[in-house]
């Protein structure tokens, strides 16, 4: 089993940028295509974007793409979200999750792809 565990969300004003990061622990995460997903209150589950086994491909949400960055550093078994140029419509519970590859070049776009997930963290971004 693969524990997954968020942190760096807090409060940030519009314009402004956080990195949240991803730990695994249990077992590596080499084998597997890692991203996030975002839920705000009364809202479904989102993508926001997903990285390949090795960190060479990725794929964003068009209302993310430009803004966020995926990368990844498996040696430390972490996968990170840098945000950018923060909106409020940003606000959500941001949580990881891994997909185990399917190809060299594998990233997911729906949560039912995935087998593991983080328990989220929030981010608030105020006008």
């Known amino acids: 089993q693969v524990q997954l565990v968020e942190s760096g969300g807090g409060l940030v004003q519009a314009g402004g940028s956080l990195r949240l990061s991803c730990a695994a622990s249990g077992r590596t995460l080499s084998s597997y295509a890692m991203g996030w997903f975002r839920q705000a209150p009364g809202k479904e589950r989102e993508f926001v974007g997903a990285i390949n086994w090795n960190g060479g491909y990725t794929y964003y949400a068009d209302s993310v793409k430009g803004r966020f960055t995926i990368s990844r550093d498996n040696a430390k078994n972490t996968v990170y979200l840098q945000m950018n140029s923060l909106k409020p419509e940003d606000t959500a519970v941001y949580s990881c999750?891994?997909?185990?590859?399917?190809?060299?070049?594998?990233?997911?776009?729906?949560?039912?792809?995935?087998?593991?997930w983080g328990q989220g963290t929030q981010v608030t971004v105020s006008s």
């Open positions: 999750a891994g997909a185990y590859s399917r190809s060299y070049y594998y990233t997911f776009r729906a949560s039912n792809e995935c087998d593991y």
